[in-house]
């Protein structure tokens, strides 16, 4: 018995997100099934991030025990012939035994790309949101720096999530603008449920002049999730990144 | 009766081209029935660039002529309601009765996206051909440069299209590498049937070291489509800009 790792990428447009719900294309669904075509086992991956119905991953983890005699490092060209072309294997490794992806030390970094043209265009439609209402970037940067650090980020929790703690840490959240362009870019431990869209959405608010950047800290404070921006469209939201600092 | 021209921006993926084909999905087809049904007139519209099968566009531009009283500018904003979300019309102007978007002086800019890494990534392969190959950009450039200029194109140019002359201008010809992602972006007046493919697929070709770029000199002098290197996949290619110089 040997213990994978498998880093995932995937377009979550057709997906209802990675967790299995029967009935409904999941990430992992799609990867337990051909896993146990190419394996002849029952497989049941252990994900990283759950990412939400839509959203997209360049590196989400996965991992898995097999008694398969394939090498380890084999698995991922295999497994991307089984696959659907919207999830592909960027690699496959052997990893401890005892290695459980959401018991480790990580940081992951998500991006959430906004299209801030006159009208859309159709070649970023699967990944970008669309606002044609002009974002002042000066504004967001300035309602993002309240956010950085160690926080209570509550206001920031789709409601309804059960979560013994809702304190978390942000190491880093910048936005950048390439020509029409904005990615909203944040480092973190990891994060409460539907947190980063919140945080886009909230913003977003901030830079179409709704609310204030220092409003951002009062919105903090009130540990309410009425008091923050909509949640943003999910399509905008990627996983680019996840470090495994330790066990 | 006014002329009215339209910048119209779509993904090709789901296209058999631009060019109104009876039984097909195209984006002449469904420009024409949306301006239909918009204006009540029968409506045929000009294309400049008839893209290919799979080819996509940030700014083609197409006129037609029209009665309604409805203004030229507020056009885009009524058709984009009527129109499929991966067609998106960026701006319509009122443009001089003789304006014909082929008969111009014109530039067209095209870019083909290349992902060169060891595994697809589902959320790039709509819109970037892709090879796990190492391309050596420095020798793409090479050969790049013995393509700009005027040139009898014929070599790059699809068996079987008809056309009076095979000689183009190239004004600029860049292979521009970002992380993982090669461009190849192309300037020049008009291009050949094929023929941006055709380049793209002989750079790439010089890039895997299967031909030298000196090569290139001798596939131009050649006049002869089989001397090329293959027709890179449609997908990678996008239409970026085009400039009208005068009539």
Redesign the interface.
């Known amino acids: 018995m040997k213990r994978v790792k498998l880093v995932v990428?995937?377009?979550g447009t057709a997906y209802h997100g990675w967790q299995f719900q029967p009935g409904s294309r999941t990430i992992e669904g799609e990867l337990n099934s051909a896993l146990g075509s190419l394996l002849q086992e029952e497989v049941q991956v252990i994900g990283a991030s759950r990412t939400d119905s839509g959203v997209?991953a360049?590196c989400n983890v996965a991992v898995f025990d097999t008694d398969t005699c394939i090498p380890a490092d084999k698995i991922?060209y295999a497994l991307?012939q089984r696959l659907p072309?919207?999830?592909?294997?960027?690699?496959s490794e052997e990893v401890e035994g005892d290695f459980h992806p959401r018991h480790c030390n990580s940081r992951k970094t998500y991006e959430y790309r906004i299209l801030n043209t006159?009208?859309?265009?159709?070649?970023k439609?699967?990944?970008a949101h669309f606002t044609y209402v002009p974002l002042d970037v000066q504004k967001m940067r300035q309602a993002a720096a309240y956010l950085t650090g160690e926080h209570d980020f509550k206001s920031f929790c789709a409601s309804g999530a059960v979560v013994e703690s809702t304190v978390r840490t942000i190491y880093e959240l910048a936005v950048e603008k390439t020509g029409d362009e904005i990615v909203i870019r944040v480092c973190g431990s990891g994060f409460l449920y539907n947190m980063v869209r919140i945080i886009a959405g909230t913003l977003m608010e901030a830079g179409r002049g709704n609310i204030s950047p220092e409003n951002v800290k009062t919105i903090l404070e009130a540990k309410n999730r009425q008091m923050a921006g909509p949640t943003a469209q999910a399509c905008g939201l990627?996983l680019v990144k996840y470090d495994f600092l330790s066990q």
């Open positions: 990428a995937y377009d997209h360049l991922s991307n072309e919207d999830i592909r294997i960027q690699s006159r009208f859309p265009i159709p070649t439609r699967l990944y990627t």
